[in-house]
């Protein structure tokens, strides 16, 4: 490979390409390699330079449903392999992250990986890299040692872990250089570089709760509907919940009530898309009224209709409807 090959490939290039039409902050992608069918039987060898974002690409996988081990030792490769080929296995897409924490152990990767080609044993490698300066800050901001600094200094882990995996990134199919990458700018170049661009669907929980009983510990947003008038003093009303027609329609008859949740689902559209383009898949919204039975259960079923209508996955959970 060429010099400027090299660097295009680390850029996550093709080799003699120029860089297609991508976002802005975004590098292109590598296009060598093509995306894996859904069907295929996938081995994908994570390593490179530590800090250089292995722990994010491995979260990224295991929320794609990949089967992934974290600190394989190199000899552990083979039995995984043969695991994943056995017909009767649902492992079709296996990575295993290797690196220097294995120890003495890492020096045998280079020959296993050998013997994995000739036993037929087909891999990809990724290799995860950034320029010194960045992976000096990243470990002082998380204020953790390089597993190979000793008694020295953090640049001189970094030095001897290039030397270490000179080898590995000759040999990488896929190099990925993530200096400018942010965690979600990393996690998105993963799933696009695997053919999986379409963000994942965010699930939201509507939560009814009761403020007597305290705000539900995990709420990304919480609403109060304590501004309705409360069906609890209408006696043929008080043994009833929410969930039932006559209270339904008590609530939200009254005045101003469906014209607020019309407008609150209007407000959380642009709230949602953006948690989906930050990678939050899970969002949690709580509606309270003074007890949890009966303004927050409607009020909660109304706007998960209303988001539902707009194609959201959304689910209903109602804290406190059996409580006292």
Excluded at 44 to 52: K, V
Excluded at 244 to 262: K, M, S
Excluded at 298 to 311: P, T, Y
Aim: proline share 6%; glycine share 8%; with cysteine.
């Amino acid at each position: 490979m060429t010099s400027a090959g090299a660097d295009a490939v680390a850029r996550g290039l093709p080799e003699d390409q120029g860089p297609p039409t991508v976002p802005e902050g975004i590098p292109a992608l590598d296009e060598s390699t093509p995306p894996p069918e859904v069907d295929r039987r996938e081995l994908l060898i994570i390593t490179g330079m530590s800090g250089a974002g292995r722990t994010r690409v491995a979260n990224t996988l295991e929320d794609m449903d990949w089967f992934v081990v974290d600190n394989l030792p190199p000899r552990m490769l083979e039995p995984l392999a043969r695991m994943m080929s056995a017909s009767d296995s649902g492992v079709k897409r296996l990575a295993a992250v290797v690196d220097v924490r294995s120890g003495e152990f890492f020096a045998e990767l280079v020959n296993i990986l050998d013997e994995l080609r000739r036993h037929g044993t087909d891999y990809r490698i990724l290799f995860l890299e950034a320029d010194d300066a960045e992976l000096v800050r990243r470990y002082e901001q998380v204020r953790r040692a390089h597993p190979l600094q000793g008694d020295g200094r953090i640049l001189d882990g970094i030095a001897r872990e290039r030397e270490l995996l000179a080898e590995l990134r000759r040999r990488a199919d896929t190099i990925i250089d993530t200096t400018s990458f942010s965690p979600y700018d990393l996690a998105r170049h993963i799933r696009q570089r695997l053919g999986e661009d379409a963000a994942q669907p965010v699930q939201i929980t509507l939560v009814s709760f009761g403020f007597k009983h305290g705000l539900p510990l995990d709420a990304d947003h919480v609403v109060d509907v304590r501004f309705l008038s409360n069906p609890y003093w209408v006696t043929e009303l008080r043994h009833l919940s929410g969930k039932d027609e006559a209270v339904n329609r008590y609530v939200l008859d009254q005045p101003g009530a469906e014209e607020f949740v019309d407008n609150y689902v209007k407000t959380l559209l642009p709230a949602i898309a953006g948690y989906e383009r930050e990678l939050k898949h899970y969002v949690t919204i709580a509606v309270g009224c003074t007890g949890g039975r009966h303004r927050s259960v409607a009020i909660s079923e109304a706007i998960a209709e209303g988001l539902r209508s707009n194609g959201l996955r959304v689910r209903t959970l109602h804290r406190d409807v059996g409580r006292e």
